[in-house]
């Protein structure tokens, strides 16, 4: 074990990199997890990932494999890396992994379209209920937020190790789930709108998701193979990226 006291040590100054800048990430290839809670995840689904934990004294800490570098610092030193404004106590630095778009024809059943959302708490709360509700998948186009952004990780819970990420063009995701025979249904209003209480859930389909402010692009909707409504209350204008998700996600699970 290695112990840091300066807020100066290069180490420091990586995870600062880290939680600050996409770039940086991609460069390194590395990403920053800010709590015990997904370091555990990370070491029960991917533990070869996981390259440096960082603790503060009386932090819990998992078993962790020879491989793992491990430092302890002051809770000021954490206080000064840490992303999050109540650190709790350990911060992992993780490998990141390629996402681009499979070659061969998907085999699973449901997927999720994520079409412009960035809201990094959005995308990950999405993930983690994709993650929770048997999704096989999760596509990002069109200028989503970064996968590995500490926000966007933080509300995953842990289902960035877990589920399946892809980053890719909207044409081009299009064209896999047509090769694939996977209906495209977007999350938009047209003459082709079905109630989402309506569908057919019981073949593979793809659901696309638009942004907070904008909904779909008008590139993602002219892919679309026919769109779904969500029914609510009138004095409800409109659901989040997150909330619609969930609502899709939750009818496909329950009618397959």
Same mark, same amino acid.
């Given at each position: 074990?290695?112990?840091?006291?300066?807020?100066?040590?290069?180490?420091? !100054?990586?995870?600062?990199?880290?939680?600050?800048?996409?770039?940086?990430?991609?460069?390194?290839?590395?990403?920053?997890?800010?709590?015990?809670?997904?370091?555990?995840?990370?070491?029960?689904?991917?533990?070869?990932?996981?390259? !440096? $934990?960082?603790?503060?004294?009386?932090?819990?800490?998992?078993?962790?494999?020879?491989?793992?570098?491990? $430092?302890?610092?002051?809770?000021?030193?954490?206080?000064?890396? +840490?992303?999050?404004?109540?650190?709790?106590?350990?911060?992992?630095?993780? +490998?990141? !992994?390629?996402?681009?778009?499979?070659?061969?024809?998907?085999?699973?059943?449901?997927?999720?379209?994520?079409?412009? $959302?960035? @809201?990094?708490?959005?995308?990950?709360?999405?993930?983690?209920?994709? @993650?929770?509700?048997?999704?096989?998948?999760?596509?990002?186009?069109?200028?989503? +937020?970064?996968?590995?952004?500490?926000?966007?990780?933080?509300? !995953?819970?842990?289902?960035?190790?877990?589920c399946s990420v892809w980053r890719g063009g909207a044409e081009a995701a299009a064209a896999l789930f047509r090769r694939s025979n996977i209906r495209l249904?977007?999350?938009?209003?047209?003459? @082709?709108?079905? @109630?989402?209480?309506?569908?057919?859930?019981?073949?593979?389909?793809?659901?696309?998701?638009?942004?907070?402010?904008?909904?779909?692009?008008?590139?993602?909707?002219?892919?679309?193979?026919?769109?779904?409504?969500?029914?609510?209350?009138?004095?409800?204008?409109?659901?989040?990226?997150?909330? +619609?998700?969930?609502?899709?996600?939750?009818?496909?699970?329950?009618?397959?």
């Amino acid at each position: 074990m290695e112990t840091i006291s300066s807020r100066q040590n290069p180490l420091c !100054t990586h995870i600062r990199k880290l939680a600050a800048s996409g770039s940086y990430r991609r460069d390194q290839r590395e990403f920053l997890c800010d709590s015990p809670k997904l370091l555990e995840e990370a070491l029960a689904w991917a533990p070869e990932r996981v390259h !440096t $934990v960082v603790y503060t004294a009386g932090a819990p800490l998992p078993p962790l494999g020879a491989q793992v570098r491990l $430092v302890q610092v002051s809770g000021d030193v954490m206080r000064s890396i +840490a992303p999050s404004q109540t650190p709790q106590g350990v911060l992992s630095i993780c +490998a990141m !992994t390629p996402h681009p778009l499979p070659e061969a024809p998907l085999s699973g059943k449901r997927y999720v379209v994520l079409d412009g $959302v960035q @809201d990094p708490g959005n995308v990950g709360t999405i993930l983690r209920t994709a @993650d929770a509700l048997w999704c096989d998948g999760l596509f990002l186009v069109n200028g989503c +937020a970064d996968l590995y952004n500490p926000k966007t990780v933080r509300s !995953t819970m842990g289902a960035v190790f877990r589920c399946s990420v892809w980053r890719g063009g909207a044409e081009a995701a299009a064209a896999l789930f047509r090769r694939s025979n996977i209906r495209l249904y977007g999350a938009a209003l047209r003459s @082709d709108t079905l @109630d989402v209480r309506e569908m057919d859930w019981g073949r593979p389909l793809a659901l696309a998701v638009g942004s907070e402010g904008k909904g779909l692009s008008e590139e993602l909707l002219r892919l679309c193979d026919a769109t779904v409504r969500i029914p609510m209350s009138e004095h409800c204008e409109s659901l989040n990226a997150a909330a +619609a998700a969930a609502v899709l996600l939750w009818e496909c699970t329950r009618n397959c």
